[in-house]
């Protein structure tokens, strides 16, 4: 019986141990790394973009009015070649969908060419004439823009936006070639008949600032948490461009300049976006090798 108490009273003392060791334990402490909750924003960011530029123009007229007066017909095409532009900008992601940025771009020169066809009276009768003009044209554009994100799939990211600021415009190495028809006519019968009479005008280089604004849609695709790259596209509205006061071949002038009216382009941009505040990704885990 003896045996038997000895036995329960070791046992429970035993017990009584091993609770007070396990008590006395610290408790684990939590990892050393838990990923943060996602956040609603993403905080500054910069960004790059280039592309290129396809551009028209209303037209091309002097800016003295009685030139056009008295002509019956009027038919200009004008054309301009494709440039590169190259632009740079700072910006807020306020949450998931909306973004706001400042932007400065630089649109390269871009060759013009345009021809006017026009009938005029002289004299008694009628003429016709033709002038072929030749230029190049660049800009500076600054928008403040704002943007909404329609949703991530698949790491992509449509979105569309608008812009407004200014542009300045420069017209350079304007040239007017013109060739009047000696061959005029009075009721439709020709009642004089000559050679073309040719004529020569340039025009110093003009800059002119403008309000402009634009139109924006386009993907982006997140190839790093803090990384994402852009295709996009722009409708801008540069507003108008000025040439500085032409001049004959003589070198007389009549102190007009050339107007270039309601310049627009529609551009293609590639770009990347570099958000400043996204947390970098966690380190990976060390290489453990067995052996």
């Known amino acids: 019986m003896r045996s038997v108490k000895f036995l329960i009273a070791a046992g429970a003392a035993s017990l009584l141990s091993t609770a007070a060791f396990a008590a006395d334990m610290p408790i684990a402490p ?26 028209s123009v209303k037209d091309v007229k002097l800016s003295n009015p009685a030139a056009y007066q008295g ?14 532009t190259y632009q740079i900008g700072v910006g807020y992601q306020f ?6 940025d400042i932007t400065g771009q630089y ?10 066809l026009v009938t005029f009276p002289w004299g008694v009768g009628t003429a016709s004439g033709s002038d072929f003009y030749n230029a190049s044209k660049s800009e500076l554009l600054f928008l403040a823009n704002v943007y909404a994100d329609l949703g991530t799939w698949w790491c992509v990211t449509p979105f569309i936006g608008a812009g407004i600021g200014a542009s300045r415009v420069t017209i350079s190495n304007f040239t007017d070639s013109g060739l009047t028809n000696a061959n005029f006519t009075a009721a439709g019968v020709p009642v004089v008949s000559g050679p073309p009479i040719s004529s020569f005008a340039t025009a ?11 139109l924006h849609a386009g993907l982006g695709y997140k190839v790093m948490p803090n990384v994402t790259l852009e295709l996009a596209y722009s409708y801008v509205n540069l507003g108008d461009g000025v040439t500085g006061v032409a001049s004959t071949f003589d070198g007389s002038s009549g102190g007009h300049v050339f107007n270039f009216r309601n310049i627009t382009s529609n551009d293609v941009k590639l770009g990347v976006r570099w958000d400043l505040d996204t947390p970098p990704p966690p380190p990976p885990p060390p290489l453990i090798r067995k052996g």
């Open 30 to 55: 939590p990892p050393m790394y838990a990923p943060p909750p996602p956040a609603d924003f993403g905080g500054w960011y910069l960004r790059g973009d280039i592309g290129f530029s396809n551009q």
């Open 71 to 84: 002509l019956s017909s009027f038919n200009q095409t004008t054309d301009f070649d494709t440039a590169g």
């Open 95 to 100: 949450n998931n969908w909306f973004r706001a």
């Open 107 to 116: 649109r390269g020169k871009s060759n013009f060419k345009g021809t006017d």
């Open 204 to 214: 110093a280089s003009g800059s002119k600032w403008n309000f402009a604004w634009a």
